[in-house]
């Protein structure tokens, strides 16, 4: 057979299928074998096999919270002003140098000496329009910002500027309104939130003129809520933000993401003066009746319900059997006030009012401020180791009532007394009673002659040395006279007798 005939033979052809084959299997084998990855070399990803992903999705949602921030700012900025004060201090005359300041002048005293120079200074903060009636104007600011001003100048988010005058204050809030008259009728008040509902963590856009730099918009988180411990007994609870708030930021805004104010910016936490991130807002659901006083009539109303409470040791506490409890312990009660007239009596640790919970002494403050003069609330109270329900008529808060510690029963505090304290003050070993830790000026107590540091150990000529056993005592109302026995400097000591009206 010619090689012709042999090559297009049938056999021929299925032999060299059989053998391409056999050369495509030992190829493919021979090359998984070499891109497998073994024990020792684990796989390797390779960044140029993956498609790279588009960032438009991320952009775009960038540029939503982007509208968001723009959609606040629009709302707000228009509400929030400027507040440019000049205000009138006074200051010690100043005496010629340097023959006055060494040897005075013939004739020199009290009597002869120069007034006081009075001075202006400028100041300037935020404040937020709250409300339009007829042609009047309300604002809302800090108390610190326009105390003691002669002349307040607002300016508004238009260039706008108009004389103002104080409306009122609440200097225990610090807070002021003030109010300007115009015709204009593109005045925009602020939506007013619901600062009850913040959360952790939400945004938090604050709004004013920090260093005189008008309409700034600076944003951040809500850092904390229920901040107690505010400048110049600033009775507020108070929201924390990192949001940047400065200097002339006090009385301005703090808006949420929905472009509602829920704050007023207030203090700063800083060593240098400048914003650190540790900014606080007044609650604006904590500015509402003060806003409504101050309009109505000019000033704001408290609720007074007749006692000074204590920041009571954890050993009082646990003794009493509140340790484990959160309130406010009622240390002392005026004598005829609303508490005393309800039956709180010192001693009591109130857990509740009209069913909310009080968690500490600064929040009972709060909710008592904000009840209504002649209105009654429920109070949950511990005396002992039982739970007492009292109904309690508020009074209104006057501040000669409140300052007449002459009425301040018992006007002292009291201590366990423990090993440490016993030999910090060098009692007898095995010595009982209660460390006198505090007395109030001008109360019954202060009048018996009672010190802090004494140690009481007898009321009526019988022993005490349980902080329970004092109060028990203090609070029976068949015991009209009372007389204490104490050590002080290792003597004892008899007080005069208290005859309880």
Known sequence: ?????????????FINLVLLGIIIGFSSAFFIFVKAPN???????????????????????????????????????PSVVELDVTGIQTAPAVQDFP?????????????????????????????????????????????HVVANAKEILVKLHNDKQYNSKLVGADTRRDLAVVSFETDDKDIVTARLGNSDKLRIGDWAIAIGSPFGLFS?????????????????????????????????NSGGALANID????GI????ASNTGGSIGLGFSIPINNALKAIDDIISKGNVSYGWLGVLLSASDKDSLSELGYDQEKGAFVGHVFMDGPAD??????????????????????????????LPSGSKSSFTVLRGNKKEKLEIRIEERKEDSAADYSKLWPGLEVSPLSSGKASSIKLPKGQKGLLVMSVVAKSPASALGLKTGDLITEINDQAVSSVAAFYSKLNDK??????????????????????NK
């Not at 988180?221 to 400048?231: E, H, L, Q, V, Y």
Request: proline share 4%; hydrophobic share 40%.
């Open 1 to 13: 057979m010619s090689l012709a005939r042999k090559m297009f033979s049938r056999k021929f052809f």
């Open 39 to 77: 024990a020792e070399n684990p796989a390797i990803l390779h960044a140029e096999t993956i498609s790279p992903v588009s960032s438009s999705d991320a952009v775009l949602h960038a540029k939503a919270i982007q509208d968001a921030f723009n959609a606040v700012a629009s709302a707000v900025l």
């Open 99 to 143: 023959w006055r300041f060494f040897f005075g002048e013939p004739g020199d005293g009290p009597e002869n000496s120069p007034a006081p120079r009075e001075y202006q200074e400028k100041g300037l903060g935020s404040g937020i329009i709250i409300r339009k009636t007829g042609k009047t104007v309300y604002v809302l600011t800090n108390n």
């Open 216 to 248: 700034s918009v600076t944003t951040g988180i809500i850092s904390a809520i229920g901040r107690d411990g505010g400048p110049d007994g600033n009775i507020s609870d108070f929201i924390q933000t990192d949001a940047a708030i400065n200097r002339g």
């Open 259 to 262: 472009g509602e104010v829920i």
């Open 265 to 268: 910016n207030t203090w700063i």
């Open 341 to 370: 007239k309800g039956g709180l009596r010192p001693g009591d640790y109130i857990t509740s009012i009209d069913n909310k919970s009080v968690a500490s002494m600064d929040q009972l403050v709060r909710i008592v401020g904000d």
């Open 478 to 499: 068949s015991i009209k006279k009372f007389q204490f026995t104490i050590l002080r400097d290792g003597q004892t000591l008899s007080t005069l007798a208290l005859v």
